[in-house]
């Protein structure tokens, strides 16, 4: 059930962890199929073990219909967010470490280079502190979301989104590449940062049928 879609998820998680963005077996990857089921990879497994029959298959209301694993502990925030937000199909993760770090000190990522809104939609708001394992996870990530693809969670980590599940890997490689090219323009000096009008311009370039191969 799903092959294909376990696949891609698999194939998404060693992304993240060759960009640098999990370790071992933090944060999680889920998406929504077009049936309504919500795939999640497991909870505490290294993601180089993993194999497709690893990822667990639940309805939107948390019931498991495939897998003998334990689900990820954040499956109710998943599946928050996923409820409040009919247009995300794809929810990931992370403890990325540029991103987590910009939330320890500031309230916003503020839009310094085209990639965060290319990818992100604009400047990235700092949700209020969530533990791992809650369903305050989901609350704040969908409160401060703003229209965006990327929240970052104070003392925690990051969550993105996507109504693929490209968009919201794309999200998460693209914030921690923001993320980590302003704390270095920080150190050096006061960063430049992109107007409304220029933030409005790179998130038209990066619209589905204007960038990629169709």
């Known amino acids: 059930m799903y092959e294909k879609e376990k696949e891609e998820i698999l194939h998404a998680a060693l992304a993240l962890k060759e960009y640098r963005l999990i370790a071992l077996s933090g944060g999680n990857v889920s998406i929504r199929t077009d049936k309504g089921h919500v795939l999640v990879t497991p909870s505490g497994m290294i993601y180089d073990s993993m194999v497709p029959s690893d990822i667990v298959v639940l309805d939107i209301d948390g019931n498991i219909i495939e897998g003998t694993r334990k689900v990820s502990v954040d499956t109710e925030a998943i599946l928050y967010i996923l409820k409040k937000l009919p247009e995300v199909n794809s929810v990931i993760h992370t403890h990325q470490v540029y991103a987590s770090a910009v939330g320890l000190v500031m309230d916003v990522l503020p839009a310094a280079v085209t990639t965060l809104p290319n990818a992100c939609l604009g400047p990235i708001n700092v949700a209020p502190f969530s533990s791992a394992a809650s369903l305050e996870m989901g ?22 989104v996507g109504s693929t599940l490209k968009e919201a890997l794309y999200s998460a490689v693209y914030l921690e590449d923001a993320a980590k090219t302003y704390i270095m323009a920080r150190i050096l000096g006061n960063p430049v940062l992109l107007t409304e009008e220029q933030v409005k311009e790179a998130v038209g370039k990066f619209k589905p049928g204007t960038y990629g191969q169709s």
């Open 139 to 160: 609350i704040m990530a969908v409160d401060y979301l703003n229209n965006k693809r990327a929240v970052i969670l104070k003392n925690h980590g990051v969550i993105t």
